[in-house]
């Protein structure tokens, strides 16, 4: 059974940053089957990061902010996020698929506020 835990959420001030970590075991890790995505109270979940063997793909609202990447020795995902705006504020999920198999972990929480 596949389990994909986040951390690396916190409390910091606009303009922070922060790095994200998804440690996953019992999945095939692939460097090309992984994504963030992001929950704000209230709203839908959207996607900030992916990392697909078609490409790499960053949401607008935070391109050329935040950085998707992978150690396949660590089977671990990160997202490190630099310049954080109040904008960003959410509890972020790690995404993995597996060939037919997709996993989600718990989510880490992230706050951006002054």
């Known amino acids: 059974q596949g389990h994909v835990v986040e951390s690396g959420g916190g409390l910091v001030e606009p303009g922070g940053s922060l790095t994200l970590s998804c440690v996953t075991s019992?999945?095939?890790?692939?460097?090309?089957?992984v994504a963030w995505y992001r929950q704000a109270p209230g709203k839908q979940r959207v996607l900030v990061a992916s990392?697909?063997?078609?490409?790499?793909t960053i949401a607008a609202s935070v391109k050329g902010r935040f950085t998707i990447s992978t150690d396949v020795w660590k089977n671990t995902v990160y997202l490190q996020m630099n310049g954080l705006k109040e904008e960003d504020t959410g509890m972020y999920y790690c995404?993995?698929?597996?060939?037919?198999?997709?996993?989600w972990g718990q989510g880490t929480q992230v706050t951006v506020s002054s």
């Open positions: 990392k697909r063997y078609s490409g790499t």
């Open positions: 995404n993995i698929i597996d060939g037919a198999n997709e996993f």
């Open positions: 019992g999945i095939m890790f692939s460097q090309y089957g």
